[in-house]
Each structure stands twice: as structure tokens, then as C-alpha cells.
């Protein structure tokens, strides 16, 4: 963008406008897309916890909605993907500032991929209704889920053609370890590389998943990247969480596609970059400079 054109100014939005043109079908394409188009593998995730808003918007009836909006458009022409967390928004009765939010983002920014992570995993009948609650109800495009009650679990996510399904492998979290490093029989290896398997070689015939690996474990991105190839990365645990940006990008590259298969996830560090009016500029300033630490770790690598 150059330097005269603000993000707030009208022609900043009709550069999303002509781009919705050659708006892309599926989860997989958008992503595509908007890696090369944005030149970005950032993934900007909304966890508006109410205590944080800034105080112009605390208490105010849709300032969950207002807030998410405003770094939306401080930040649209940053990022690969948008990410709402589903609880921040349910734990305030703000299903309906979700729904808007949404709305608003695959209005305004047809070509951004919008990922709903709600983590969802059940028995297949109710799984049927997460899955029309997360792309029917939201308008999602894709949504995270979660595999470890087994493949009829997230199979009816993947009956819903074009629409991305990403699964947990080896998340974020320190207690992720408790279950997903444990070494399981017949190989003897650990069981986040069993779902990366399972991913690669069984579950994904349409083509429609991802996986979900921690910024805060470089190493083991690097393992499930040599088993599942190509496969969309979400990659969240930097900022807030502490991640390498340098290792991430470096341990979840595709030699011969630099700059791809990575969505990476910051949230608080970028929402609360300000606490106060300035909110919205001091997000998009935090924003640039994490896609450009991501651009910079891109030409380390390559
Ligand atoms: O699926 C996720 O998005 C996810 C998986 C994971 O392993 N770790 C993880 O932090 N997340 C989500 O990614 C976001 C990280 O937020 P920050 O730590 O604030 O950047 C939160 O919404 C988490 O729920």
C-alpha cells in the first residue's frame, strides 16, 4: 500500500472490491490466494476478551463486534486469514456480534478466508450439527477440530464441499504434551505424528484439510510438515505465547513454495497492542510488523 492511501480511505476498500472478482471457491484456494496476493502468512485472530476492550467500548452493546470490526479493517490488507475464537464470543451471550462479524468480513473482504476456531469434537450425528452451526450459521470457511474421538467425528465437517477443516495435531499448549508425545503401539511413535499420518495418507481424499501445530514446538512442525507435504499449516503461539517466528517459518516451509502452507496466528499481542483510543492504528502497527518478520524468516529460509 503506499504511503498516502490509509486503510480507512475509500479507495483502500475498493482494492478489496476488485479483488473479490477473483474470488476463489474453496477454503484451500482463498489460501492460495491470498499468500501470494497479500504476500502474507499472517492469520489475525479475534479474542475480544470484554475485560480488554478499550473503554470507549466496554459495556457498550455491540462493542464486542465494534472492536473486532475496527482491527478488521486496520489489518485486512495484512493478513492470509481471519480467525474468530468461538468462546470469547459465546462466554457474552455474542453469538449474534459473531454472526456480524463475520457478515461484515466476507462482505467487505470476499477474498480473506475466515476460519472459525471452535474446536469442535463429537459423535457423528451431533458433529453433523456443529458443522452446519460453524459454515451454515457463522459463514465460516473453515473451522478447527478436534480429532481425538476419531475419524466419524470429523468426517461430517467434510461433507461440506470447498469448506476447510483443520485439525488439532500438536497444539500450542504445554499440557498438549500430556496425551499427544505419548508413544503409541504398533510404531511406537508419538501420537500427534499418528494424526498427521492419518491426515496425510486417510482422512483427506477431498482435499478439504489442514492441521493445527504450535509455534512453540519448531520441532515437531518440522516433523508433521515431512509427512503431510503440501497440507495447509495453522500455526498459532507466537506473540502472546512466545513462539519463534525465525524456527516456525523456517521448521513448517515447502522447499519449493516459499511464502505458503503456513497460516500463523496472532491474536492478543495484536488485538492489545493499545488499550486505549489508538487501538485500532497500534494493532495494524504490530500487524505489519509481525507479517514482516514472517516475510523476513521467508527469505532466511529460502
Ligand atoms: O486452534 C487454535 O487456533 C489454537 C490451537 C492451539 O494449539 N493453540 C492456540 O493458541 N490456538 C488458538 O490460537 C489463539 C492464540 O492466541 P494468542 O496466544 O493470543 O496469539 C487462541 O484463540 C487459541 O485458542
Redesign the pocket.
Known amino acids: 500500500m503506499c504511503a498516502s492511501l490509509s486503510y480507512r480511505d475509500s479507495s483502500f476498500i475498493k482494492l478489496s472490491a476488485n479483488q473479490m472478482n477473483s474470488n476463489p471457491k474453496t477454503f484451500n484456494e482463498q489460501l492460495q490466494s491470498t499468500w501470494a496476493s497479500q504476500g502474507s502468512m499472517l492469520c489475525v485472530?479475534f479474542?475480544p476478551d470484554p475485560k480488554r476492550l478499550p473503554p470507549s467500548l466496554q459495556g457498550k452493546s455491540e462493542g464486542i463486534f465494534e472492536f473486532c470490526r475496527e482491527i478488521a479493517d486496520a489489518t485486512a490488507d495484512l493478513v492470509c486469514a481471519f480467525?474468530p475464537?468461538f468462546a470469547y464470543f459465546a462466554s457474552q451471550g455474542a453469538e449474534s456480534q459473531l454472526e456480524k462479524l463475520v457478515k461484515h468480513l466476507k462482505n467487505k473482504y470476499p477474498h480473506i478466508p475466515v476460519i472459525l476456531?471452535s474446536?469442535r469434537g463429537d459423535i457423528g450425528s451431533t458433529a453433523e450439527h456443529y458443522a452446519l452451526e460453524a459454515f451454515d450459521r457463522y459463514g465460516a470457511d473453515a473451522v478447527?477440530v478436534n480429532p481425538y474421538m476419531g475419524f466419524d467425528s470429523v468426517e461430517p465437517y467434510l461433507k461440506h464441499a470447498g469448506k476447510g477443516v483443520i485439525v488439532?495435531c500438536r497444539?500450542?499448549?504445554p499440557g498438549?504434551s500430556d496425551l499427544q508425545f505419548l508413544n503409541i503401539a504398533p510404531s511406537g511413535e508419538p501420537l500427534y505424528l499418528h494424526v498427521a499420518r492419518l491426515a496425510a495418507e486417510k482422512w483427506n481424499s477431498s482435499g478439504q484439510l489442514s492441521l493445527?501445530v504450535?509455534a512453540t514446538f519448531p520441532d515437531e512442525i518440522a516433523k508433521v510438515r515431512a509427512i503431510v507435504g503440501e497440507m495447509p499449516l495453522?500455526i498459532?503461539?507466537i506473540?502472546?505465547?512466545g513462539g519463534d517466528i525465525d524456527a516456525t517459518v523456517k521448521a513448517g516451509s515447502i522447499a519449493h513454495r516459499p511464502g505458503t502452507g503456513m497460516m500463523i496466528?496472532?491474536?492478543?499481542?495484536i488485538l492489545y497492542a493499545s488499550s486505549g483510543a489508538d487501538f485500532a492504528d497500534a494493532a495494524r502497527a504490530v500487524a505489519i510488523s509481525t507479517r514482516d518478520a514472517l516475510r523476513a524468516a521467508v527469505k532466511i529460509t529460502d
Open positions: 485472530g479474542d480467525k475464537q476456531d474446536k478447527t488439532l497444539t500450542s499448549n498438549g493445527v504450535g495453522l498459532p503461539g506473540g502472546a505465547q496466528n496472532s491474536s492478543r499481542a
